[in-house]
């Protein structure tokens, strides 16, 4: 079996590495390809890969190269986890909208229509040329926004599945707090990427008995600290929102922390640095305790689950995926792309069905959805009038001034990688 992975180079793909090779029972892979136009960084990386697979005794080979078309020949999989404009433009995406009293963050928000923009057209150019190479193998995204670019490579007839580590980390959180195994947890977890609740914590299976109201009794205070919001607003729901949604129901409150501290792209940019060093060192053959911090926790044991039920060779019965709605929340259309459970095997991930969503968080899916249609007809077809009505259309902007300012520094920002500007 290869293994594909587009944007090897990056500082995440360690533990990648790491879950390849302590997992290699569920997905027995020969040859892993780490493609990256970054050769310094590649080298680190890639380095550091072999002496991983080394030291826990994978027999496979990691080969690294920067040439998209002969890394993805063969693939049985390709794995997307790219940052067009780097750390860089994450820097910018997070600061100027600020200036308008907006939430700068990468994936929602202006900020994550500059990321969809930058992203949408890089994405449907390699997922094009993996499937001139292998038109039979899967492309899952990591790539942010999931959401978005999962329905970009959808809708253009691709193999595509998008996968984030959120849920995961929501089950082993609460795997934890239970005190049995993260297989036994099974979430109700609904909505689009990033936004997106747990409205019901089963042991056992789809079926199984909802322990969620026990669950936050008990320890509501521990989880509503991770999510950064106050004990009583989960108490009033009932559910666990994402930690995405503190943009939403704090986000005056959000604005003036992120104006008055370093940003996240700063501090991860910094983190990167120290993280490279670490990788030169010839004597290191595991994922440092740093890269904890760097984010992306449980991504390789989401990423070998999904794959191997994907190639058909074990694997997890349900997974949380990105996939076409059809029907499985009656208030969004067919093709919006949602984030929830679903069997997974070789044919694709197929939805299971959700429980009556909360007109509270269904009102929000449908909003998000519309915003989320119009930023990727921003990102296929360009132009800055497409750019205003996404923003204008995002609940995180939707006044006319707003939109029409952060339209001007979303170009102005971003020309270098807008083809159209």
């Avoid at 900020?111 to 150019?125: C, I, N």
């Avoid at 990427?193 to 056992?204: A, D, F, I, S």
């Avoid at 939109?403 to 170009?411: K, P």
Wanted: hydrophobic share 40%; glycine share 10%.
């Amino acid at each position: 079996m290869k293994l594909t992975v587009v944007g090897g180079g990056s500082t995440y793909t360690p533990e990648l590495i790491d879950g390849f090779a302590r997992l290699r029972d569920t997905l027995p892979i020969e040859e892993v390809v780490l493609v990256d136009p970054a050769a310094e960084r590649l080298e680190l990386v890639g380095g550091l890969a072999r002496r991983i697979f080394a030291k826990q005794g994978h027999p496979g080979r990691i080969v690294t190269t920067d040439d998209l078309d002969k890394g993805v020949e063969g693939a049985d999989a390709v794995l997307l986890q790219l940052r067009v404009g780097g750390q860089a433009a994450r820097q910018q995406d997070e600061t100027w909208p600020l200036e308008c009293g907006c939430v700068g963050q990468e994936t929602t928000g202006a900020g994550g229509l500059a990321k969809a923009l930058r992203t949408v057209p890089v994405v449907l150019d390699i997922a094009e040329r993996v499937r001139r190479a292998n038109p039979n193998a899967w492309i899952i995204d990591f790539t942010n926004p999931v959401g978005i670019v999962t329905r970009a490579l959808l809708e253009a007839g691709h193999k595509a599945v998008g996968l984030c580590n959120v849920a995961i980390g929501f089950q082993r959180k609460f795997a934890g707090l239970l005190g049995v195994a993260p297989s036994d947890v099974h979430l109700d977890h609904v909505g689009l990427n990033h936004l997106t609740w747990e409205t019901g914590v089963r042991l056992g299976g789809p079926e199984g008995e909802n322990v969620l109201p026990g669950l936050l009794a008990a320890h509501g205070t521990d989880i509503a600290g991770d999510l950064h919001l106050p004990r009583p607003l989960l108490d009033r729901l009932g559910v666990v929102p994402s930690y995405y949604l503190r943009y939403y129901y704090a986000h005056d409150e959000v604005v003036r922390e992120l104006r008055t501290k370093p940003s996240r792209a700063a501090e991860v940019a910094a983190m990167e640095r120290e993280l490279l060093d670490l990788y030169a060192d010839p004597a290191l053959d595991e994922k440092p305790e740093l890269l904890a911090r760097r984010g992306g926790a449980f991504y390789s044991e989401a990423a070998v689950d999904l794959t191997a039920s994907l190639l058909g060779k074990g694997g997890s019965t349900y997974q949380v995926v990105n996939a076409y709605n059809r029907g499985t929340l009656p208030f969004l259309p067919d093709d919006a792309v949602i984030e929830v459970q679903a069997a997974v095997g070789p044919k694709g991930p197929a939805p299971l069905s959700v429980p009556s969503v909360d007109p509270l968080y269904a009102g929000l899916m449908a909003s998000v959805t519309t915003y989320e249609d119009l930023a990727l007809r921003a990102a296929l077809h360009g132009g800055r009038d497409r750019v205003f009505r996404a923003l204008l259309a995002h609940p995180l902007v939707g006044q006319y001034a707003y939109a029409e300012s952060l339209t001007d520094q979303l170009i102005a920002h971003n020309r270098e990688h807008l083809a159209w500007a």
